[in-house]
């Protein structure tokens, strides 16, 4: 058996040590009634991503009262999967209350792993098993499952988008387009085919992408470009001064800079010197990072053929989650991207890194809030303590990894590819 061949040992350990991370958190939450960390401390809040945008979905005022930033396609979803009549007094009664939205948050959470399952076994049916158990059971998915996250929705039509399961140019652009109109960051894994020259199927997902925001619009009458836009700069500002949440399960050091602003006392745990050298390290970070990106960005684009479609949007969209998080369920995404990468080269480390954020739990350093509440999950009164982990300065740094670890392959796959074709700078 040659060495390209032999049996994945190595992933399949990293597989175990997911499954054990998860375990443990079974049991955590056997034993106090709640989740550990990175999941939302509020223990009362589980699905409530889900049930909140529902309740507008279900009322006029999603735009003007509620001041959503997520397009009408969300709306029109869940207007055709909930229970009108649960949503008549509140969120919460409404989880109680409609069994269709829970079953259909849990009927996605199984679809979104058949794709994944069959994405991987075509992309190499060897790593196929313990690629899908450790995305299955890992962190970035189950954080989705807990909030109820429309990612689940939106991560299906990315896997048919991008995980190599159809060839019909009609199913994928539909599929991008869905992706886009739930979630508007997903535009930049699209411009990968921009970048390779596949101007007919980005032009196809272009116009289904608009196709289908006209008609949701038209049927929500509400969520124009405008109010998305003035929706979006009040959200930035609310989120800035939610620096706790912002850090807690986070894909970028970004947060970290505002820490000495935030209303919490952190420097009664963590040294002013950790913070200053923060602030000092984290601007430079980004900034290579973003800088790395480009450059291989560039150099795809002088061979348009070196890299797969699913490398460039990798890099594309794990340069944004460097840059800025939204949130620590956008991981999917990512991992799903880098997890359809063969185990050699310099994709190894990038990997390696998907798997280790699949690791479920957390590392104490400091416990910085104690709370008295109650979990909806297990129906218990809960004491849950949260603070600054382990894992708030390694989640990002392993993103930063993915970067840098898929672009110095990348430019080495570009410099290879300069010897037998000659760069094409034109359009075609």
């Not at 709306?75 to 209350?97: E, I, Q």
């Amino acid at each position: 058996m040659s060495a390209g061949r032999a049996f994945p040992w190595a992933e399949y350990a990293l597989m175990l040590a997911v499954a054990a991370s998860a375990g443990a958190a079974a049991l955590w939450l056997a034993r106090t009634g709640y989740l550990p960390q990175p999941f939302v401390f509020d223990t009362n809040d589980t699905f409530m991503d889900w049930f909140n945008t529902a309740f507008w979905a279900n009322r006029p005022g999603a735009y003007d009262v509620w001041r959503s930033i997520y397009p009408p396609l969300s709306f029109v979803f869940l207007d055709l999967t909930t229970l009108p009549g649960c949503y008549l007094s509140s969120p919460f009664h409404a989880r109680d209350c409609d069994w269709l939205a829970r079953a259909t948050i849990l009927a996605f959470y199984l679809v979104d792993i058949v794709l994944v399952a069959i994405a991987f076994r075509r992309a190499d049916a060897r790593t196929a098993l313990p690629r899908t158990i450790a995305f299955a059971i890992g962190l970035p998915l189950l954080f989705t499952l807990e909030r109820g996250n429309l990612i689940l929705v939106a991560f299906a039509a990315f896997v048919l988008a991008y995980g190599g399961i159809t060839r019909s140019r009609a199913v994928r652009a539909l599929s991008v387009a869905a992706t886009i109109n739930f979630k508007p960051y997903l535009l930049l894994p699209a411009l990968a085919q921009a970048v390779r020259r596949d101007w007919r199927p980005l032009e196809l997902a272009g116009i289904a992408t608009v196709l289908l925001y006209c008609a949701t619009l038209a049927w929500v009458g509400a969520g124009t470009p405008g109010e998305l836009v003035s929706n979006t700069a009040t959200w930035v500002n609310f989120v800035a001064g939610q620096v706790w949440n912002e850090v807690n399960y986070s894909t970028s050091y970004a947060p970290f800079l505002l820490m000495r602003e935030s209303q919490l006392p952190l420097l009664t745990f963590v040294s002013s010197r950790l913070v200053e050298g923060i602030e000092g390290v984290v601007p430079m970070v980004i900034r290579a990072t973003q800088g790395l990106a480009l450059v291989t960005l560039a150099a795809a684009w002088l061979q348009p053929r070196a890299l797969s479609e699913a490398r460039i949007a990798a890099i594309m969209l794990g340069a944004y989650l460097v840059t800025q998080s939204p949130g620590g369920y956008t991981q999917v995404f990512l991992l799903f991207l880098v997890l359809l990468e063969p185990w050699r080269g310099g994709a190894i480390p990038a990997i390696a890194a998907a798997y280790l954020l699949c690791l479920v739990g957390d590392w104490p350093l400091a416990t910085v809030l104690e709370l008295n509440t109650t979990s909806w999950l297990t129906g218990r009164p809960v004491n849950p303590s949260f603070g600054l982990t382990l894992g708030h300065f390694a989640r990002p740094g392993l993103v930063v990894l993915i970067v840098w670890a898929l672009s110095l392959d990348s430019l080495l796959h570009v410099a290879r590819a300069h010897r037998s074709a000659r760069p094409v700078l034109g359009l075609a």
